[in-house]
């Protein structure tokens, strides 16, 4: 099966910081990942498919890149509503798997 | 815009089994394949499997012993099965709408999931 790490496992910036998440897939899987946000207490939601591909109603500071095993989302400019817990998630092959989840935090 | 509901015992007692309704409003089942998701208290996203609309399934192996996933035309819903359960078990719940990438051989493999029911907690406890 293939293994997603994602880090950090949290972190805490100021609103306007930069933000940068990365995920690490245990073998090739091309530019099949995506991104989701999931608040407090809700379902996901996806952001970002194919790697850097932003699904429609989806603000523009969110952005997503990378292809074969290293990847990255980016916050370009942090907001209160962006307070979350980002997953990714791989869909190469069977199983489909998810990251452990970063959490994003307002200092 | 298509809208999903879980729905079922909020409680299981160890060993019974776990049985889930996801209910689809605002498009049919017909039209597209479905997963459930699960994510125990406090920790990350587990795929548990998925369905087409004609009832071609397929299960993630740590689970595939003991789930099934029916789909019910006629109802516009979809189901969750999951015998002898452990507290292990206890999760929030999640069915979503699924899209699909054709890999070689012909294999179905889920791509995204959006978008999501609100989820239901269910705990196993005696």
Redesign the interface.
């Known amino acids: 099966d293939i293994q997603m790490t994602q880090s950090p496992s949290s972190l805490s910036a100021s609103v306007g910081d930069r933000v940068t998440i990365t995920c690490q897939a245990s073998q090739d899987i091309n530019k099949y990942l995506n991104w989701y946000q999931q608040k407090p207490g809700k379902a996901p939601k996806l952001l970002i498919s194919d790697a850097s591909n932003l699904e429609t109603g989806v603000p523009s500071r969110f952005s997503g890149s990378g292809s074969g095993t290293d990847f990255s989302f980016t916050i370009s400019s942090l907001q209160p509503e962006d307070i979350a817990t980002y997953y990714c998630q791989q869909y190469d092959n069977l199983p489909v798997a998810f990251g452990g989840g970063t959490r994003v935090e307002i200092k | 815009q298509v809208q999903l509901q879980e729905s079922g015992p909020g409680l299981v007692k160890p060993s019974e089994t776990l049985s889930l309704t996801c209910t689809v409003s605002g498009g049919s089942v017909i039209a597209n394949y479905w997963s459930w998701i699960r994510q125990p208290p406090g920790k990350?996203?587990?795929?548990i499997g998925y369905i087409s609309y004609s009832g071609h399934t397929?299960y993630?192996?740590?689970l595939q012993s003991r789930v099934t996933i029916s789909i019910d035309t006629s109802k516009n819903h979809l189901s969750l099965k999951l015998n002898s359960v452990t507290a292990a078990d206890t999760a929030t719940y999640?069915c979503a709408r699924v899209?699909v990438?054709i890999?070689v051989f012909g294999?179905v493999?889920?791509?995204?999931?959006?978008?999501?029911?609100?989820?239901t907690l269910v705990a196993v406890s005696s």
């Open positions: 990350g996203l587990e795929w397929n993630n192996p740590s999640y899209g990438r890999a294999v493999i889920p791509s995204w999931f959006d978008p999501w029911g609100q989820g």
